[in-house]
């Protein structure tokens, strides 16, 4: 871990400033580019304004203990089967991908039951987490494990060309784990980051408040022990996440992150180094309420708002392109002296 954190720095503030210059130079008036205008000049600290292409969404998927409460109609099984979807290219994530031009991995970092038959990337470090609700759902030597998955996966997948990352999940009952982790490291209450999950009913959504509510009385994890929290709550794909997030770090490049999970994980990352959260893009905002508390706590805009709740890495691939047009923006948009005009011709 110390040596995955060592590797990590903040963005480069010189390249920053020169962005933000260019920026003003550029043929349009100042600012009227809005968010896409800040957007370029972070990915000009990130990466040196290259443009985020190739890009990858990384589905790590995996179940959780405390899915044995009741706090999700869909049972367990579903994670498993959704991953065989995945690999046949039938989930709405392969359908964003393949029309934004993104390709897809699919990790099994902790399904519960075998998914050796699939073509994916298997990284099970246990079949599913323990209840959160009863005691830790991990051991401290299996969040270490699945932070390395994910920052072992980052490290391959820049090797191998990608330039952004993109965050994807799947996990029966993963929001409850989020709600706990957000809750943990925004001083959020349960009620204020437990939401509807795949669309439960009313007293269902109660209960899990409640569940979420007793589980960070039951462990009592402070904000400043981000692994304490992960073994508390899990999961193997928010440990995961967390490690992909530090990976696409320490190797200088943008990860979007997609919604809740993403957003818990992210809050994970930040804990463990504060200069995560400069390589971090919200690709959109979840219908989550927990969500929106994350997304304060890192100080991230997302860029998409459209009600979405489904996980998979959707929102996170419906930004890219937004990410693309920004940093083409930046880097092909000819300025006013290249031009020929004087400022304020142009309107």
């Known amino acids: 871990m110390e040596e995955y954190l060592a590797r990590i720095g903040p963005a480069d503030e010189a390249a920053m400033a020169a962005a933000t210059q260019r920026q003003q130079s550029l043929t349009k008036p100042a600012g009227s580019l809005g968010v896409l205008e800040d957007l370029s000049v972070r990915v000009a600290g990130m990466t040196g304004a290259v443009v985020p292409s190739p890009a990858v969404v990384t589905v790590f998927a995996a179940d ?27 989930a709405a994530v392969n359908a964003f991908a393949t029309n934004n031009r993104v390709d897809v991995r699919v990790v099994d970092v902790g399904v519960a039951s075998d998914v050796d038959q699939l073509d994916i990337v298997h990284a099970k470090v246990r079949p599913g987490t323990r209840d959160l609700s009863v005691g830790p759902a991990l051991t401290d030597d299996e969040v270490l494990a699945a932070v390395a ?9 820049v090797l191998d060309g990608y330039r952004c990352l993109l965050t994807g999940d799947m996990g029966i009952a993963n929001t409850t784990a989020s ?30 408040t409640a569940v979420v509510e007793a589980a960070l009385v039951l462990h009592e ?28 770090a320490a190797n200088k490049v943008p990860v979007i992150l997609d919604g809740v ?34 997304l304060k706590a890192l100080g991230l ?14 929102g996170a691939v419906l930004a890219y392109p937004i990410l693309c047009c920004a940093v083409r923006a930046l880097a092909e948009m000819a300025t006013f002296e290249s031009a020929g005009i004087a400022a304020g011709e142009e309107a």
């Open 64 to 90: 959780h203990g405390v899915h044995a409460q009741g706090v999700s109609p869909w049972p367990q099984e579903v994670t498993a089967a959704m991953l065989a979807n995945f690999a046949a290219g039938g």
């Open 149 to 157: 998955v994910g920052f072992e996966l980052a490290d391959k997948l």
């Open 179 to 208: 709600a706990a982790l957000i809750a943990t490291f925004t001083g959020a209450t349960a009620d204020q980051v437990t939401g509807r999950g795949t669309g439960i009913d009313d007293a269902t959504l109660a209960h899990k």
């Open 221 to 248: 994890v402070p904000a400043t022990e981000p692994l304490k929290a992960l073994a508390a709550y899990g999961g193997l794909e928010h440990a995961a996440l967390a490690g992909y997030i530090l990976g696409a």
């Open 261 to 294: 999970i993403a957003g818990a994980a992210a809050l994970v990352a930040q804990a463990l180094h504060p200069s995560a959260v400069d390589y971090c893009v919200a690709g959109h905002r979840s219908a989550e309420p927990g969500h929106a508390v994350a």
């Open 301 to 314: 805009q997302p860029l998409v708002d459209l009600d979405l709740r489904l996980g998979e890495g959707t």
